[in-house]
């Protein structure tokens, strides 16, 4: 069973930056894919954000944020990251990792909430 711990989230203003860190245990974190989903307020589902392949090299964006975020990882210390850069209001929303071995997700972290407010 793995576990999941968001942090790094909080407020800022648009135009300004967060990162986000996704603390896994329990299972081998180097032998995942890795991806950050968020859900927006009002929204009912959680929407991509940004996945990263077991070795770091392969890295996927939703259009909305190409460009803006950046996903990374630390085999070494089990823990993932999204560079979160140029924030806009629209990115307001909780942000979750979630990791992938073969074909199989696990389950959701807590979350980390992002606000962007002026």
């Known amino acids: 069973q793995v576990q999941l711990v968001e942090s790094g989230g909080g407020l800022v203003q648009p135009g300004g930056s967060l990162r986000l860190s996704c603390q896994a245990s329990g299972r081998t974190f180097s032998a995942s894919a890795c991806a950050w989903f968020r859900q927006g307020p009002g929204k009912e589902e959680r929407e991509f954000v940004a996945s990263v392949d077991a070795t770091g090299y392969r890295k996927s964006y939703a259009d909305s944020v190409r460009g803006r975020f950046a996903i990374s990882r630390d085999n070494a210390k089990n823990t993932a990251y999204l560079q979160m850069d140029g924030l806009k209001i629209e990115d307001t929303a909780v942000y979750h990792c979630?990791?992938?071995?073969?074909?199989?997700?696990?389950?959701w972290g807590q979350g980390a909430q992002v606000i962007v407010s002026s």
């Open positions: 979630r990791l992938k071995y073969g074909s199989a997700w696990t389950s």
